[in-house]
């Protein structure tokens, strides 16, 4: 059980475009899910937090306008990267929280990698 | 704010010997503690958490961990590895304040030779 998948799992888009990233609890209902880009032999670097029916909660630093989120649906969460640029290429990853009281575990989908040309 | 402190970027080891993955944190309230791993391209699985109650926590392909709050570590280990265990390994964080959000180190690379 508690698994997390993302689409595409991976893409290659050209400048100037714009792509979604999907992200679906498959068998739980996530109220709150995350999203994470993690560099090259780095680690993880959380960008914002997608709730359910409400706005995204973003980190310092990071541009809502540009990378847009939507929490439609307890199991599906997407992440828009708009006009991308070859810097936002990275290795995205999304998380969901199980909705349990005792629960304080995050399940993550298997990460999506984006290649801006 | 929480921060993770995974001091060692790489760690190589024989196959069957063991090992120990240092793992740090600074936070002003109290914390839960995890440890993931990864494999090439893929997300993150969770090993082992630590929330409260005992200290010493084990986790799933045969590790374990255990907090130690005066020293502020929370070390993972096992006693053999295997070549399978060739991985990404993440130290994570959160708080009881927000406990969903968290803050990782910045990984420790596991390689095992034969």
């Known amino acids: 059980g508690a698994v997390v998948s993302q689409h595409p799992s991976r893409v290659i888009c050209k400048s100037g475009t714009s792509v979604k990233i999907e992200c679906r609890s498959l068998d739980f209902q996530a109220t709150t899910m995350f999203w994470y880009r993690q560099f090259p032999k780095q680690s993880l670097m959380l960008m914002a937090t997608s709730n359910e029916g409400s706005k995204a909660t973003y980190e310092q630093g990071v541009e809502k306008d540009k990378f847009l989120i939507n929490h439609a649906s307890l199991t599906l969460s997407t992440l828009t990267v708009t006009s991308a640029h070859p810097e936002d290429s990275s290795f995205y990853i999304c998380?969901?929280?199980?909705?349990?009281?005792?629960?304080?575990?995050?399940?993550f989908g298997p990460g999506t990698r984006l290649t801006v040309t | 704010a929480q921060s993770v402190t995974q001091l060692d970027s790489q760690v190589p080891v024989f196959e069957e010997a063991p090992v120990e993955l240092r793992c740090n944190y600074s936070s002003s309230v109290s914390v839960y503690l995890f440890w993931y791993v990864q494999y090439p391209n893929q997300g993150l699985q969770l090993l082992l958490k630590?929330?409260?109650?005992?200290?010493l926590v084990k986790g799933i392909n045969g590790f374990e961990a255990e907090f130690n709050k005066s020293q502020t570590s929370f070390h993972l280990r096992k006693p053999s590895v295997h070549i399978s265990d060739t991985a990404e390994y993440f130290c994570?964080?959160?708080?009881?304040?927000?406990?969903?959000?968290?803050?990782f180190g910045t990984g420790t690379r596991l390689l095992v030779s034969p």
């Open positions: 994570a964080v959160s708080t009881s304040s927000g406990f969903q959000k968290l803050v």
């Open positions: 630590y929330l409260s109650g005992s200290t």
């Open positions: 998380s969901a929280v199980l909705d349990s009281w005792s629960s304080y575990e995050q399940y």
